[in-house]
């Protein structure tokens, strides 16, 4: 099976490389401009292979130390049994938002080794003296810690939150009772309380349903004045300070993006973050003025809206197009739809995130009853595999490491949870439908980016069937996205040359980001990294791994090129 592997591999890679980018060099200048011929190669030398012939030559046992047909056959039990290692690393990636319960240092390591890959800071909460501490504590972390163990760091706007004012102690509000909210300040009585927000008495309309933290309670509109909405307690509760306001099926006219959110940008900005989460994104618009000021300032940071608002529903498709990828904020996008709906959308915007290969974040509630309890409910712990089943790049734990009592048992049973559901996802024997087929891209207009995609298929497909990890050479990651966007079977090492590169590769599903310098000989650089890979523990003596390079932009050569290797590591 494996070498029946490495004939159609290396098949399709002849036809992939038949239409050249330039016009071919006379043989004498080719074979001088040639890289050094790789020692150890074991599947497939190179995608130069023109026929099934020339592949089994290169499969035969030569000088060069590579492998016949037949001793791959008899180590398919070697491969076999790395399957265990190739697939035990967690291939979803946990985000964690950071708050009194995990901000110091002591807490920051003891999450990134239980598992957190993106720290998120809130910039609801906290001033941004608090949000520069954990930064600079991500980054001493990040300094110090060299084996991909990559944490990128997430600034998530406020956005333009409808808040009740302050009360000096909770109110108990009773079901039929009369309550009413005022965009007076400072309001705080028995049956009335302020809002934060001048034009709440215009967008609420008589029979609206007012929803207090996301549903807990529930109030219905009877009348407004000039300044007050007067309404009935449909579901009671306990009213605390600043508790989120919604209007089911409806957003606030507010701005996406308010004056206090542009100062917090701009901290992120001075700082070097990863990655800005939107609240409240409406339209594709807002992310274009944010990616038009970031340009203007010179600074590389991802935009992954937050989609939270009923009116971004319509607006879906463009306004992932538009970003760097999407979080499903379930908890407001509930409170402004029906919940029902809940569960079909975040499927749907997880399915469109994977189909323009953008990462996708579920959030919201994962593990709610963690914040106070050790153990989680069992529909929660279901909740994060049907997340992962899905597809998400990422899940997203918010107060419970942020406030919560047990914020160390929630990231390990969010990532026990993950790695099992997963060891049900990836057997390439009986889920053949986890790799797009190769032929519905040949019935597109060739262009380089069809190459690539044909390629990243195609060496999906072989890491799966010889159940090795993949070691891909990226200087803008974009092959390490596309890998991970088809979701093979095992790890994906992606190993850059750009610091900003390897923090973002953090958030995609299965990859592991590693910092290293490329040297200019590129046999040396593919024996730095697999050494890496062995001091890391990642892989050991023995092993096989796929190695991949492409881009239009290759690292070693003028043109371009699609190259696959599968080696055997030794020490």
């Not at 076999?80 to 995990?102: E, L």
Request: hydrophobic fraction near 40%; charge should be negative; aromatic fraction near 4%.
């Amino acid at each position: 099976m494996a070498a029946a592997a490495a004939e159609i591999v290396g098949s399709a890679a002849a036809r992939m490389a038949a239409p050249a980018v330039r016009p071919a060099p006379p043989a004498a200048a080719a074979a001088a401009a040639a890289p050094p011929q790789p020692r150890r190669a074991v599947a497939a030398r190179s995608l130069r292979t023109s026929t099934s012939d020339r592949v089994a030559a290169d499969l035969a046992l030569g000088s060069n130390g590579s492998l016949s047909a037949q001793s791959i056959a008899e180590n398919t039990a070697d491969a076999t049994s790395q399957v265990v290692s190739a697939n035990s690393r967690r291939k979803t990636k946990i985000v964690c938002t950071i708050g009194p319960s995990t901000n110091t240092r002591e807490m920051i390591w003891k999450l990134a080794e239980t598992g957190m890959n993106v720290a998120r800071m809130n910039m609801s909460h906290g001033d941004h003296q608090s949000h520069q501490k954990v930064i600079d504590l991500v980054k001493e972390y990040n300094a110090k810690n060299t084996d991909g163990n990559v944490i990128a760091i997430m600034l998530d706007t406020k956005g333009p939150e409808v808040r009740s004012g302050d009360v000096p102690e909770p109110i108990m509000l009773e079901e039929g009772q009369e309550f009413n909210f005022t965009i007076k300040r400072g309001v705080s009585t028995k049956d009335t309380v302020s809002v934060n927000y001048d034009d709440f008495i215009n967008d609420v309309e008589v029979g609206d349903i007012l929803l207090v933290d996301g549903g807990m309670m529930s109030l219905a509109v009877k009348s407004k004045t000039a300044d007050t909405v007067k309404c009935e307690v449909v579901d009671g509760g306990e009213l605390k300070s600043r508790r989120h306001l919604n209007v089911r099926g409806k957003s606030a006219t507010l701005p996406s993006i308010t004056e206090k959110d542009w100062e917090d940008i701009k901290f992120g900005v001075e700082n070097g973050v990863d990655f800005y989460a939107v609240s409240f994104v409406k339209d594709a618009k807002v992310i274009h003025e944010l990616k038009d000021y970031l340009k203007s300032a010179n600074a590389d940071i991802h935009v992954i809206p937050k989609i939270e608002s009923a009116d971004s529903i319509p607006n879906l498709q463009s306004i992932i197009a538009a970003s760097d990828g999407a979080m499903v904020a379930r908890g407001d996008l509930g409170a402004e739809l029906p919940i029902e709906e809940v569960p079909l959308l975040q499927e749907e915007i997880v399915r469109t995130c994977r189909s323009m290969q953008k990462p996708v974040i579920v959030a919201t509630n994962m593990l709610e009853s963690m914040i106070d309890h050790p153990t989680p409910t069992r529909a929660e712990v279901s909740d994060i595999a049907i997340a992962v089943r899905e597809g998400s790049d990422a899940i997203m734990l918010s107060g419970e490491t942020a406030h919560g009592k047990f914020p160390l048992k929630a990231v390990k049973v969010m990532h026990t949870v993950a790695q099992r559901t997963e060891s049900s996802l990836y057997n390439p024997t009986t889920s053949p439908s986890l790799v797009a087929h190769p032929q519905a891209l040949l019935n597109e207009e060739f262009s380089q980016s069809q190459l690539s995609k044909m390629f990243g298929s195609h060496a999906t497909m072989m890491a799966n069937t010889l159940c090795t990890p993949i070691i891909v050479f990226t200087r803008t990651g974009s092959m390490a996205v596309l890998l991970s966007h088809y979701r093979p079977s095992s790890t994906i090492f992606a190993f850059t040359n750009e610091e900003r590169v390897k923090q973002r590769l953090a958030l995609y599903q299965g990859v592991v980001p590693i910092y290293m310098k490329f040297s200019d000989d590129a046999e040396e650089t593919f024996s730095r990294a697999i050494s890496s890979l062995l001091n890391a523990q990642f892989v050991k003596e023995g092993d096989y791994v796929t190695l991949v390079q492409s881009g239009v932009k290759s690292i070693w050569r003028e043109e371009s090129t699609h190259h696959i290797q599968v080696r055997k590591v030794q020490g």
